[in-house]
Each structure stands twice: as structure tokens, then as C-alpha cells.
């Protein structure tokens, strides 16, 4: 539970206890712009963000006020325009697109909004197919181990089936599976629970919240305010800056996750 | 265990059957066009070669008086001649099973199994001939037709007398020009039924082979000279020299020409293909840009992705190979054996080689392979929210023309739309229009090719102002045979010329072969030639001649005002070109002046031994039925005919000759004009999959199934329309150059260039046709889509 807005001038940071590198996830001074037709858009303004090994973090904001650009930058799904990201003590920023991918498959799992699974492949090979890219597990073990992660998920019974014949919610407990087919330590995921009902969004949070439990680092973006207040920490992202206003409402949050809002207040 | 990259590529391959298909067939249509061209190229002028060179040809062949073996045995001995041999060359008639009669080019030897120099093959039947047996030419069999082994067959001997004699087979003779070309006929028989048929028992033409350097022609025409000096020394007269193209058969310029002709197309077909694969595996790679995202966010390499894509054309290559590859085998067959027939020789090489193998692989998989990497690279290249991110409906931007075009223009709403989307996607669209516009310009190129073909035929058909000639075998006095031919009610006028056999002298001291003179009234209105250059003859002309464009091929120094000399039956005579006119595809150079003249230098005024008759009714049925007649006039009036030519007859086998061609050309256009259909197809639906949530926003404010059907189906007509114009412009230079290399091919000269508008007219229709086909498939597709369905279309 270590967070820091520069331009908060500091705050609870830790900045001069800790080390770079004892964060899992860092972020210094990320700035990311946008070239459009009417001009530049600044999507991210000098952003600052340190977040540690097994926390479960929310990324809150409005619609366009640049919370999935952030995710973005963590997941090296995009790039910035200035300024480093750093997860566990990888230059994230440096690497080339391909880089990127490898390291991706290795110590990432992403988890988009509308699920994105091949449509070609099983549920099943969706799982599979990340392991064979990153070349982790033998060939043989792939199949079992994509039919484990769906136990976990409680879709074995769905393993051959083609997304198209899922719902929603089965979908993106898939996705959830594929993301953690390498068992990577960080899971990143974007409004994951955007398009689903209530009921099913629950679901799918409560996974998540196993998910930490076990040890995972999860960063996920959401505009669920409700769901936002059952995680470990939540950073609000107002016109591209984290801001430090609590969540607004809401409120039946966990007594734990308190002590970082009244930080954040002060 | 199967990877699950490949899994997902035989996925995408199934779940797309009919863009499976399009692709597929894409590349086929290339790899077929090349690998059946390249193919036949091959294997014809190989195999050709190789018989031709089995025969053991001739290396000059000389025309002569009368001689015996002593004279053979005598060129034999020359240091610098190898071999030599003598034959004798007799023409006669031979009754058709059909009825009619062909003049028949007969050889004699001794012994046929004893040739050594341009030998021809038993085909059918005992080779050799027996005595009182003939064997004829196997081109000639249709004219044989019912006529069995053992059978008797008439000959008409040059006296006019007939005789019966025994059709022993056919032979295979690849030194003669086949019944496809030729209208002379050629048989075999051996000495004994030479002097039987009551000729002389001696040979008129000697065939050698020189000692050393066999592929000089400067070598062998010096030779050839030091023997004809020889003979003359030995008080033989020279009537021409044949050198032919040493170790090349002379059908190979006309097999060089046509393929020419066809390479080109296949180079054109390749083309097409090549356009058609790039737009739709682009596209194809291009509708996968998210999965791509995706893949690369769940740690796929940019190698790994790139493996997948190309995998999937290598699939695409593969598939197509699969059927392009025996296709083109059936193709090389069909087409190598209809020229072989035609040249008359046998296609032997059944295997493929490994050249053509290599090409159609190039072709089948790295064209496509090329094509796909540009935006494989380019979809790899991408951040993965580039791939990913998808808000609404796409914003490439149509191009600024056609926003100037259709703005402010009340009345065009949605045509106005239908027109911008056509601009938005430059690249494909550029692709399609090419592949449409190469398909529209040779189509109508061929349309125009076909119409210059009986532009020409037409100008030939201008050419004869009459309607059957007769040569005699000897000269008489005109007004005896113009008496004759006027007995006929059905002849309505008769001119008679003088045509002999000349040799030009060169300025260098060499010789020309053997070139017609003929003496004409140079007031006759039998001929309308057309000049190039000069003028035609006049009544007063002493010496003056004009010559034709085969002449000039064969004397390219000679010009309007230069002094010629040619020597007729020895002696040397001295003309002056004055005019040029070309030659009416009866490729045999002449040399025309006034018969008086002509006369005048053989002595023989007043006389002719050529008639041109013209009929009173001068159609084909009327020119066959009279002919037969006309000889029968002349032969009863105890004058020696040589043949009577219809003027119909050779139009005819010109016509033929050019149908083959133009049909096969036809099936060409449509074959292209397929590949487009392709294309634009591919395009439209590619562009419709592309903006199904442009469709159901379309619809979400209002527009009714029809409405979205028509702005799909004038997108799709807008690029049939460019297309057309764009075609129409490219067939004019395209027309002409095609026209011109099938002249050359078939006839030596270019043909007359003739534009067809008329097929610019089909095109315009087919184009538009093609545009409906092709976008009212995925026209009707879209306007079947729910809007909640585009909207969340992935």
C-alpha cells in the first residue's frame, strides 16, 4: 500500500525508504500525448506510481480521463511519450514491440474488457496458446495444466467448446484463465468487468479478490466505484493526473484500505 | 502434438471457406498462366529441336536440272562437303477421298531406309515404299480419310495422265510445311514408280551436309556457293539454293513469335494474380490486426505472429499449387499439342522441368509470401492498443477528390456515400482497379486483335479482284486461253500473266533464293494492292517493277528507284523498283511488272502461263463449283494445267488458321475477365466486413435494407466504371501491340490495326456486370445484419 502523487508534493511515498527496485511496478514521470487531427491530446501528465508486490490496486476515473492509458503504459501495451516504467526491475520502456511481447507472456497477464479470445481456438487452446508462446510447461502438460486454470475458473466442463458459445461472464473467466497460464506474478486488467451484469461482475471480482489473496499482484482499471472500494488500494486518475480525492462514494469500504484515504485526504 | 499456432491457422482457413476459395483461386489463376506458358515455351521448342535435329537435316538444299549419281558422288568428294544425296521433286494431283484434288509434292529415291539427310519416319504402314506404292505425308490424313493401307489411290501425273497406285501408310516428314499451313500435299514413293508415273529416272534436287562448322550460315553458304559453281563448272544449271537456318527447324520463328504473344499474356495473367493475392491477403492479414494485439498481449513474438501468417499462405501457396500444378500440366499438353499439330511434329516431354517447378513455387509462394509480409510487418509493428483499440466507426478518410466531387450536390445522399467509401481504402482500391483494368484492356485488346485479323482478311479478300487462278504447265497464247475460259457462261472476265521464277543477283556477288516475277496488265483491275511506297505500274513502264514486303524482307537494301538484277532461266535481266506494296499475308516475295515487258525479255509476247478468271457470281460455293470446270476447259483444249486455285480455298485456310487463334485468344479475355470478377468480389466484400458497424449505424438512423443495398452496389459500380475507363484507355497502346505481334507471328507483317470499340462496349457491359455480381453478395449479407449485430461485431 505504497502510492505517491508528485504533485501531491509527496505524501505517505516512501520514496527515501524504499528502493526502486523493492517496488514490483514503477512508474516515473510518465507522460504520454496524442497526436490528433485538432492538436496534441496529453493523455498522461507526468504520472508517478509505485505499486508493490501482492497488492490489488484499482485505477479509478471517468470515462477518457486516461485510467486505461495508465494501465497501458504498465502492461507495455502502449508507450510512453516521457518517463520510465520500471516492473519488477525491467525498463518496460526500453524494450522493442517484440521484447515487449516475450516479457509480456512471462510475467503478465492481461485481461481486457471484451474478453478477446481467439475466436478459431477452444477455450482450451486459447489457455494453451500463451504457454506455447512464451515456450513454458512441456507440450504435453499445456492441455492440463489450461484444464487446471479452468477448475479454477469452474469452466473445465466448457474446455473444448468455441468462445462464440460462452456468455459473457464464461468468457472472461477464460480470459482470466489465459492470463494466468504462465503464472505470471502481475495481472492487469481492463474494466473486466465493463460488460457484464451486476451478478456476473461480482463473480468475477470475487476471482480476483482470490486471485490476490494467493499472492498476485493485480492492477485493474475500473469506473466501478462499488467494486473499487472492496481492493486493496485504489488511485483515482482525473484529465490524465492521479488525483488524491477519495473515492467519492460508496463507502461501505473495508476498514483496511481507510488509512490510505485519510493519507490521501490530508 | 499440434501446435496451437497451426491449429488456429487450419481454423481460419475452414471457418472462411469462400475467402479461402477467392485467395486460393487467385494464386492459381497465376501459377496456371505461367507454368502452362512457360511450359509449352519449353517443351515445344525443345522437342521440335530434338526431332528436327534427329532427321539428320540438310544443311543447303539445291533446286536443279536433271542429274544422276555421278554428280551426287562428285559433290561427295568436295573437301568441304560431308555428304550429299539426290532426290527427285515431282508435283502431281491426288484425288481426295472427299472428291477434290490436291497438288501432291512428290519425292523420289532409290531406297528410302538408305537416306541419310533429311530423313522423314514411317508413321503408318511398311516404310519404305514398294514399287507402284505411295506413302503420303501424316498431316495429310484427313484428306485420306476412309482410305485404307493396301487401298488404291489416283494420281494425276504433270502429262495430265492418271494412274492408280497403292497407299502404303504415312510418313512423318518434318521438313514440309504441315496441312495446317501448306496447301500442297507431299508423298513418297521410290524410283521405279517414279518412271512408272513416266518421269525421268533422275533427281532434281541435291541435299549436303558440309564438313565443318554446321551452325555458320556465312560457312555454309560459301560452301554451297564453291558448289554450285561445281556443278554449273559441270554444265548443271542452278535453279535456286535453300540454306536453311542451320540446326533450327523453320517453324521456329513462327513458335518463338506465338509464344511471344502468349508469354505476354502470361505475364499479364501473373500480374493479375499477383495484384489479387496482395489485396486480399492483405486484407486478410488486415481484418486480423486485433487478434494480432491480443496475441502479442499474451506474450506471442513478433516471429511467432509472423510464423502464423505466413504459415497461412504458405497453406494459401500450397493449396493452390495443389491445383494450379496439374491444371497446368493439362494446359501445356492441350496447347503444346495443338501447335505441334500444327508445325507437325510430336510433343514427347511428358515431365515438368524443374524451371517451371521453381516458377510456379515463386509464383504459388513468394509473390503471396511478399504480398502478406507488408502488413504482417506492419500489424506486428503496432502497440498493442493500436491493434486493439477499435472506438466506432474507422477514420480513414476518403480521398479529397471525391469529397470535391459529391459536395454540395443536393439529391445524391447516400450515392454520395457510396462513392466516398470507394476512395477510403486507396491501396486496395488501387489494387482492384489494376487487377479490373488488366483484365478490361485484354480483353478488349484481344477483341481488337481478333477484329484486325479480319481487318486483314478483309484487305486480302480486297486484294483478289478475281476469283480462281490456273497456272499452266506451259505457255500459250493469251488469246487462246482467254477463248477458252469464255466459252464458260459463268466466267465474266480473264487476264493472263507471265510468272517465272527469279534469282536476285546482289551487289555482293551473293545469290537471293528464288523470288516470283510475274507480268501483269498494268491496267488490271484483278489486283488492288496497296502501296508503301512509290507507285504502282504504269502502261508506258519498260523495265520498271514493283515489289512486295516479303521481297523486301528478303532484300532489305533494295528502295524505290534502286536498279535490280534477276536472273531468269540464266540469264541476268535489269530492273527499276518504282513502288512497294505489301504483301496479302501469302507470304511468298514477288516481284510484279507489265506483262509486256516481261514478255519482252523471255520472248514471250502475247503469251501467258498463268490465268485469273473472275465469274460472273463470285461466291466461295460458286469459285468451287466452276474451278473443277475452268481446269476441265483448259485440259480438253489439250493445254497442261498445273493447278487451279480457288481464291475462296485460301481464304478459308486463312480464316481457319486465325479462328484457332482468336478463339483460343478469346478464352483467354474471359478467363481475365473472371479474375477480375475476383477481384472486385474479394474487394467489396472485404470493404463491407469492414465496416458492418458503419452499416449499423446506417441503419440505426434509418436506412431501409434497399437503401443499404444500393450504397453497397454503387460502390461496387463506381469501380467497375473507373475500371472501364482506365481499361479502355490502357487496350488502345495495348491493342496495337498485341495486333502487331500476332501479325508478325502468323503472317510476317503487323496486322492492320483495327480498334474494337465494340468490345470496349462488351467491357462496359461486363465490368458493370461484374460490379453487381460482386457487391450484391455482400451487399445483401450486410442488409441481412441486425443493427445490434453490426454494433457488436467483432
Known amino acids: ?144 495444466r489450461a484444464l487446471e486454470l479452468l477448475e479454477l475458473v469452474d469452466l473445465v466442463d466448457q474446455a473444448d467448446k468455441l468462445p462464440s458459445a460462452l456468455s459473457g461472464g464464461q468468457q472472461q473467466r477464460v480470459a482470466i484463465a489465459r492470463a494466468l497460464a504462465n503464472d505470471p506474478p502481475i495481472l492487469v486488467a481492463d474494466e473486466p468487468t465493463g460488460n457484464l451484469d451486476s451478478k456476473t461482475a461480482d463473480a468475477i471480482f470475487d476471482l480476483f479478490e482470490r486471485l490476490a489473496a494467493e499472492g498476485k499482484t493485480i492492477v485493474m482499471v475500473t469506473h466501478d466505484i462499488e467494486l473499487a472500494g472492496r481492493v486493496g488500494r485504489a488511485v483515482t486518475v482525473v484529465d490524465g493526473e492521479l488525483v488524491d480525492e477519495p473515492v467519492p462514494v460508496g463507502l461501505d469500504m473495508p476498514a483496511y484500505i481507510a488509512p490510505d484515504y485519510a493519507l490521501a485526504a490530508r | 502434438m499440434l501446435k496451437i499456432r497451426w491449429l488456429k491457422i487450419i481454423r481460419e482457413l475452414q471457418s472462411n471457406k469462400a475467402r479461402t476459395l477467392l485467395v486460393v483461386l487467385s494464386i492459381a489463376v497465376g501459377v496456371f498462366a505461367v507454368g502452362t506458358i512457360v511450359n509449352s515455351w519449353i517443351v515445344m521448342l525443345n522437342d521440335l529441336s530434338a526431332a528436327y535435329l534427329a532427321t539428320d537435316p540438310a544443311d543447303a538444299i539445291f533446286n536443279l536440272e536433271p542429274f544422276g549419281d555421278d554428280v551426287v558422288s562428285a559433290v561427295e568428294g568436295m573437301r568441304e562437303v560431308d555428304s550429299s544425296e539426290g532426290r527427285a521433286s515431282v508435283v502431281v494431283k491426288l484425288d481426295t477421298s472427299d472428291g477434290e484434288q490436291v497438288n501432291l509434292n512428290l519425292y523420289a529415291v532409290e531406297d528410302f531406309r538408305q537416306l541419310k539427310l533429311s530423313r522423314m519416319t514411317q508413321e503408318t504402314g511398311d516404310w519404305p ?198 491444371l497446368a500440366l493439362l494446359g501445356t499438353r492441350a496447347l503444346s499439342d495443338f501447335y505441334a499439330g500444327a508445325i507437325n511434329f510430336d510433343v514427347v516431354t511428358t515431365s515438368i522441368p524443374p524451371v517451371v517447378i521453381l516458377l510456379e513455387v515463386f509464383v504459388g509462394l513468394a509473390v503471396p509470401i511478399t504480398a502478406a509480409l507488408i502488413p504482417i510487418l506492419a500489424g506486428t509493428r503496432m502497440t498493442v492498443r493500436e491493434a486493439i483499440s477499435d472506438y466506432g466507426i474507422g477514420s480513414d478518410n476518403p480521398n479529397s477528390l471525391a469529397m470535391r466531387l459529391t459536395s454540395g450536390r443536393p439529391g445524391i445522399g447516400a450515392l454520395a456515400l457510396a462513392f466516398r467509401n470507394t476512395f477510403r481504402r486507396k491501396t486496395r482500391l488501387a489494387l482492384t482497379l489494376i487487377t479490373l483494368t488488366l483484365a478490361g484492356a485484354t480483353f478488349v485488346s484481344v477483341l481488337s486483335v481478333r477484329r484486325a485479323l479480319y481487318t486483314s482478311f478483309d484487305e486480302v479478300l480486297g486484294y483478289y479482284q478475281y476469283d480462281i487462278l490456273t497456272d499452266f504447265s506451259d505457255t500459250y497464247r493469251f488469246t487462246q486461253i482467254e477463248r477458252e475460259a469464255q466459252r464458260l457462261p459463268e466466267v465474266a472476265a480473264v487476264e493472263g500473266w507471265l510468272a517465272v521464277g527469279a534469282v536476285r543477283q546482289r551487289p555482293d556477288d551473293t545469290e537471293s533464293g528464288s523470288y516470283q516475277l510475274i507480268g501483269i496488265p498494268p491496267e488490271s483491275d484483278f489486283l488492288d494492292p496497296i502501296l508503301t511506297a512509290g507507285r504502282w505500274l504504269s502502261a508506258d513502264d519498260r523495265d520498271a517493277v514493283v515489289v512486295n514486303s516479303d521481297f523486301l524482307n528478303g532484300e532489305p537494301d533494295v528502295q524505290v528507284g534502286d536498279w535490280i538484277t534477276l536472273a531468269v532461266d540464266g540469264d541476268d535481266t535489269l530492273w527499276q523498283v518504282v513502288g512497294t506494296i505489301t504483301t496479302q499475308y501469302n507470304p511468298t516475295g514477288a516481284v510484279y511488272t507489265t506483262g509486256e515487258a516481261l514478255g519482252r525479255q523471255l520472248n514471250l509476247v502475247g503469251y501467258a502461263n498463268q490465268v485469273a478468271i473472275r465469274l460472273v457470281d463470285g461466291s466461295p460455293e460458286a469459285q468451287k463449283r466452276i474451278a473443277p470446270l475452268v481446269e476441265e476447259r483448259f485440259k480438253n483444249a489439250g493445254m497442261l494445267v498445273g493447278r487451279t486455285t480457288a481464291i475462296s480455298d485460301f481464304v478459308e485456310s486463312f480464316e481457319a488458321r486465325f479462328n484457332l487463334l482468336t478463339v483460343f485468344m478469346l478464352m483467354m479475355a474471359f478467363l481475365l475477365a473472371i479474375v477480375g470478377g475476383f477481384g472486385l468480389a474479394g474487394m467489396m466484400g472485404l470493404n463491407v466486413l469492414e465496416r458492418v458497424r458503419e452499416i449499423g449505424v446506417i441503419r440505426a438512423i434509418g436506412a431501409s435494407d434497399r437503401q443499404v443495398r444500393r450504397i453497397i452496389l454503387s460502390e461496387g459500380i463506381v469501380v467497375g466504371l473507373i475500371s472501364w475507363v482506365l481499361a479502355f484507355v490502357l487496350s488502345f497502346p495495348l491493342s496495337k501491340l498485341l495486333s502487331d505481334g500476332v501479325g508478325l507471328a502468323f503472317a510476317n507483317e503487323p496486322l492492320t490495326f483495327s480498334f474494337s470499340y465494340g468490345g470496349g462496349a462488351l467491357w462496359l457491359g461486363f465490368a458493370l456486370l461484374i460490379a453487381i455480381i460482386a457487391s450484391y453478395i455482400p451487399a445483401r449479407g450486410a442488409s441481412r445484419l441486425s443493427v445490434r449485430e453490426t454494433l457488436v461485431y467483432e
Not at chain 1, 508493490?52 to 471517468?62: D, L, M, T
Not at chain 2, 505411295?134 to 495430265?160: C, K, M, Q, Y
Not at chain 2, 535453300?242 to 506465338?258: N, S, Y
Not at chain 2, 493479375?272 to 489485396?279: D, T
Open chain 1, 1 to 144: 500500500m505504497f502510492w505517491n502523487n508528485s504533485k501531491n508534493g509527496g505524501g505517505f511515498t516512501g520514496k527515501g525508504i524504499r528502493t526502486g527496485s523493492e517496488y514490483l511496478i514503477e512508474l516515473n514521470g510518465i507522460t504520454k500525448q496524442y497526436e490528433t487531427a485538432a492538436g496534441p491530446f496529453t493523455a498522461l501528465h507526468d504520472i508517478d506510481l509505485r505499486i508493490g508486490a501482492g497488492e490489488f490496486v484499482a485505477i479509478i476515473g471517468k470515462s477518457g480521463s486516461g485510467k486505461s492509458t495508465l494501465l497501458n503504459m504498465i502492461a507495455g501495451i502502449d508507450r510512453p511519450t516521457g518517463g520510465e516504467v520500471i516492473v519488477q526491475g525491467t525498463p518496460v520502456h526500453k524494450l522493442s514491440e517484440g521484447q515487449m511481447a516475450e516479457w509480456r507472456g512471462r510475467n503478465l497477464g492481461i485481461i481486457f474488457q471484451f474478453f478477446q479470445l481467439l475466436p478459431t481456438l477452444t477455450v482450451a487452446e486459447n489457455i494453451m496458446l500463451p504457454m506455447e508462446f512464451a515456450g513454458l510447461y512441456a507440450p504435453k502438460q499445456r492441455r492440463a
Open chain 2, 129 to 326: 515404299p514398294l514399287r507402284r506404292q505411295i506413302f503420303v505425308e501424316r498431316s495429310w490424313a484427313d484428306s485420306l480419310e476412309g482410305v485404307a493401307i493396301g487401298d488404291n489411290v489416283i494420281v494425276e501425273a504433270p502429262d495430265g495422265r492418271e494412274y492408280e497406285l497403292v497407299f502404303g501408310g504415312l510418313a512423318h516428314d518434318l521438313h514440309q510445311p504441315s496441312a495446317f499451313v501448306s496447301d500442297t500435299a507431299y508423298g513418297y514413293v521410290d524410283l521405279d514408280t517414279l518412271e512408272w508415273l513416266g518421269q525421268d529416272r533422275t533427281f532434281n534436287r541435291l541435299y549436303i551436309t558440309v564438313s565443318e562448322n554446321r551452325l555458320d550460315k556465312d560457312h555454309i553458304t560459301a560452301v554451297a556457293q564453291d558448289v554450285k559453281e561445281r556443278l554449273e563448272r559441270d554444265g548443271i544449271a542452278v535453279r535456286s539454293v535453300t540454306i536453311p537456318t542451320p540446326g533450327e527447324h523453320f517453324a521456329t520463328p513462327f513458335v518463338k513469335a506465338f509464344l511471344l504473344v502468349l508469354g505476354f499474356l502470361g505475364i499479364f495473367s501473373m500480374f493479375l494474380s499477383g495484384a489479387l493475392v496482395l489485396n486480399t491477403v492483405s486484407a486478410v492479414v488486415a481484418r486480423q490486426v486485433k487478434q494480432i494485439g491480443v496475441m502479442k498481449a499474451i506474450g506471442g513474438s513478433n516471429i511467432q505472429i509472423t510464423e502464423i501468417y505466413i504459415g497461412t499462405v504458405v497453406v494459401f501457396g500450397l493449396l493452390s499449387l495443389s491445383i494450379a500444378v496439374p
